[in-house]
């Protein structure tokens, strides 16, 4: 679509850069925050109705319609409306339907599942996995710019 990133004057960073990039490789980050999120589920969330891969493997489910939901998303956004989606302000609304969508995938397994104070338990878990994601992500960022991205350009030169 020939979009370049915007990133908003809110948003308080040293380097620029680092959000850019991981505005750029949003699913390579997230992919690499799963495990993370998945053992969060599981001291949260799954014990002991769960085992841990089993918390991987719904922390993977739902990830996959996330980024199914952000596909149709940048579609419809970008191509139909014309809406940069490498802006900060498009990431919050892909966030907000990230946390829509999982809290009710989670409450409709766990409600199946059975567990008690299912609620309070969401909650906490939709807040610190929000954080720990968000600290993942740009910490991906970070070594991206500072560590991946001179080593290859040095390559290619």
Wanted: with cysteine.
């Amino acid at each position: 679509m020939n979009l370049e990133p915007v990133v908003s004057k809110l948003v308080n960073t040293s380097d620029p850069e680092i959000l850019i990039t991981s505005l750029q490789h949003t699913q390579l980050f997230y992919l690499i925050s799963l495990p993370f999120s998945a053992l969060l589920g599981y001291y949260l969330l799954g014990r002991p109705k769960f085992y841990v891969f089993e918390t991987f493997v719904i922390a993977f489910y739902i990830y996959g319609g996330s980024f199914c939901l952000w596909t149709f998303l940048q579609l419809i956004c970008g191509f139909i409306f014309q809406i940069n989606i490498l802006s900060w302000h498009f990431y919050l609304i892909q966030l907000g339907i990230t946390l829509v969508y999982t809290f009710y995938t989670l409450l409709n397994l766990l409600i199946k599942a059975q567990s008690h104070h299912i609620i309070p338990r969401l909650i906490v878990f939709s807040i610190v996995s929000v954080f720990l994601t968000a600290k993942i992500f740009f910490l991906c960022g970070y070594g991206w710019v500072h560590f991946v991205a001179p080593y290859y350009m040095a390559i290619v030169n």
